[in-house]
């Protein structure tokens, strides 16, 4: 396959953020804080409760971030540790790949 | 837009099923290092490595982070040693010196191993292939991350015979060099019939002169995510069985075809084949023998076995192929006993014989693979055993494999520890009739006659 042809995934800058956990007041709250902080705007939230834990999904726009991906997925995971909850930051694509064709 | 459901899916599959991307493995082409003494050669196989995948391990670390899907190993797959050796090595040290040179500079890269020390010698053998198998023992002893192979047949040309038996004696003093440590040199060493240009995978893995200077091939897993679906299927009839095994299988491959792409446009090198195998890990919950167990045979070996080994394989391969334009490798699923949780205890509990092995080898994607046996097999056994392996791989036109250890020191019974990735394993019994008659015959099998498809 031709280099340029593969999209380049660069381009695309949605990704997922998704909290696992205990539901606790604030999770929420925490986390939109954060992401209002680095200019990172949300595009739409989920959430439902699987076997007992809170599950939250966010899909939000990283285009105008300017540090890395790494240091925002390391910050979210940080704060989830200070709640007592998994947050996990993930590109779109890889749901996107697995789930549609 | 995604949904919370699939989202869910799919960070249960990495965080609970062990769902991984096994290995980005940069094949390189090494044609180009070749020169007339070998420090020359060494100093530019060096550089040439280094110089194109020298961002391999930050790059995966980086995509892994992103997607937060687990890239296991890094590694790299070179031009069979042998021909690029050709003209500088005079002796089998010779070559062993570029063993160490690899060595070097898949630790300086943080690769985990290193494939292609190696020869083609399907047909013949020239010195240079000569000379090389004769220093894998050495080679295997003192390198830590360097696998070998060598090609002893396929279904056009036939089997070389005097390579199978000289890799009988080579697996045997490779066992002898690294008795040590169990044998272990011999779980880095395998030999193949019709062995493909580009396989991800270790230890038999090299960058075929087929192939490009440079390229991206990437091995997928998940035995975990299978056998987890399956649950939900229990009992249902085969046409739910294999659906649900195509759909996982295309999931899975999805997700490899993600990441090859993505580590071939950071690392500028090109995407070559997703190889879309099944491959255990001695980790729990991660075993193609509780595969074969939750479609329905109570332990792997049991009748039955061969059967839903075939439809398995043959299902991976159905939903794995539309998932990705370039499928290649090997793809199908492994069956490395050390290496599966589920096959170390058939084997341990005697539901799983070489002999079963064998016939299940004519439906999964490799051969024998990762057997432990007696050490006082005897070096005709050991040849014997390839050249059956190499029979079913020319008539039935697929890739086979031996990659067995005769544990010096140890008979059946024992276990033998080889850590790792590489897991452990009952010392297995061995046929103890000989073939050593038919293994002293010189020349080659002819190919056999629906190759002549010309």
């Known amino acids: 396959m031709h280099l340029n042809r593969i999209k380049s995934i660069a381009e695309m800058n949605r990704s997922i953020i998704t909290v696992v956990g205990k539901d606790t007041v604030g999770i929420i709250a925490k986390v939109c804080t954060y992401l209002a902080e680095k200019n990172i705007n949300i595009l739409d939230i989920t959430q439902t409760i699987v076997q007992g834990y809170f599950n939250m999904m966010m899909i939000v726009d990283t285009g105008k971030v300017t540090e890395n991906f790494n240091s925002l997925a390391c910050d979210l995971e940080e704060l989830g540790k200070g709640i007592g909850v998994q947050i996990k930051c993930q590109r779109e694509e890889i749901f996107e790949k697995m789930h549609r064709i | ?454």
């Open chain 2, 1 to 454: 837009m995604i949904n919370i459901n699939e989202v869910i899916e799919t960070n249960r599959m990495i965080e609970k099923e062990n769902l991984d991307v096994r290995t980005i493995t940069v094949g390189i082409s090494l044609l180009d290092c070749a020169a007339d003494t070998v420090d020359e050669v060494c100093a530019k196989i060096r550089d040439k490595i280094f110089r194109t995948a020298g961002r391999l391990s930050d790059t995966a670390a980086d995509i892994s982070r992103e997607f937060g899907i687990p890239i296991v190993n890094r590694r790299v797959s070179v031009t069979p040693i042998s021909l690029v050796g050709a003209s500088a090595c005079k002796t089998p040290e010779d070559y062993v010196k570029i063993a160490v040179a690899l060595d070097e500079v898949a630790e300086k890269i943080g690769v985990n191993f290193l494939g292609g020390y190696s020869a083609i010698v399907s047909k013949g053998m020239t010195e240079s292939d000569r000379l090389l198998i004769n220093s894998i023992p050495e080679a295997m002893a003192r390198t830590g991350r360097v696998c070998s192979s060598v090609n002893v047949g396929s279904t056009k040309t036939g089997i070389n015979m005097d390579a199978v038996r000289l890799m009988g004696e080579t697996v045997k003093k490779t066992a002898e060099a690294t008795r040590e440590k169990d044998s272990l040199g011999c779980a880095k060493l395998v030999v193949l019939c019709n062995a493909p240009d580009d396989n991800p995978f270790m230890a038999g893995a090299f960058h075929g002169v087929t192939e490009t200077d440079a390229i991206i091939n990437v091995g997928v897993s998940g035995p975990g995510v299978v056998k987890y679906a399956l649950e939900s299927v229990r009992g249902a009839s085969f046409e739910v069985l294999c659906e649900t095994i195509k759909k996982t299988a295309f999931k899975i491959t999805r997700v490899g075809q993600l990441v090859a792409q993505e580590a071939s446009r950071r690392l500028g090198i090109p995407f070559g084949i997703i190889d879309l195998s099944l491959a255990p890990t001695p980790a729990i919950g991660d075993s193609v023998a509780d595969i074969l167990h939750e479609i329905g045979v109570e332990k792997a070996g049991a009748p039955g076995t061969t059967a839903a080994l075939a439809m398995l394989n043959d299902q991976v391969k159905k939903g794995g192929v539309m998932a990705s334009s370039y499928v290649g490798g090997l793809s199908g699923a492994f069956i490395p006993v050390s290496e599966d949780q589920g096959m170390i205890e058939a084997a341990g509990c005697g539901a799983l014989t070489i002999e079963k092995l064998e016939a299940m080898t004519c439906v999964c994607s490799v051969g024998l693979d990762m057997i432990a046996i007696p050490g006082d097999t005897p070096d005709s056994t050991i040849s014997g055993i390839i050249a059956d392996e190499a029979a079913i791989g020319m008539v039935n036109q697929k890739t086979t494999a031996v990659r067995i250890i005769p544990v010096i020191g140890k008979t059946v019974g024992d276990t033998v520890e080889f850590g790792g990735l590489l897991g452990h394993a009952p010392v297995m019994p061995v046929n103890r009739f000989g073939c050593e008659d038919f293994i002293r015959r010189e020349g080659r099998i002819p190919a056999p006659i629906h190759s002549f498809k010309n």
